[in-house]
């Protein structure tokens, strides 16, 4: 017996279409997909939020001075002269950051190797790269999944039959995050 279905597809394209539907699970926390898909997502799906939920903790805050440039009221850098040029303005802000220790940074390795990358667009500026911004799904699974699930020993996601689809009768359900 397989250990896995194959879905109809060459290794390469099943990688990609069960990556693609796990990072939109995660995203948007639930999906319409087929029963068989489910259940391979499900599989895959409840061992990153087990992860993400073991190593929710396990980091260290570090303060950390950076040098940003000062901007005006309207978001512009302020210049000022030195030395006849135009130089950008810069101040010193202190900031907590997190450090991951190792394992927490080997789980978020292992994460982002099965999650695509996912960019938010706006909808006004649609199909314009300004206003773009790069949503963290492994920040999102560490700060909101982890401790959503922590006292919890498995079962993160459910399947509810919705039906049978009208082309071909495969039975279609949604995949949803408890």
Sequence with gaps: MAKYRKLGRTSDQRKALLRNQITGLIYKGRIVTTLARAKEVQKIAEGLIAL???EKDNYETVTVSAKVPVKDKDGKRVKEV??????????TVEKQIKKDLPSRMHARRQILRVLYPV???????AGK?????????VAKMFDEYGPKYANRN?????????????GDGAMEVVLELV
């Design 52 to 54: 993400a939920a073991k």
């Design 82 to 91: 030195v030395d006849g040029k135009k130089v950008t303005k810069f101040e």
């Design 119 to 125: 960019t938010e667009v706006p909808t006004t500026n």
């Design 129 to 137: 790269k300004r206003g773009t911004k790069q949503v963290d799904l």
């Design 154 to 166: 498995g079962g993160y996601t459910r399947i509810i039959k919705i039906g049978q689809r009208k």
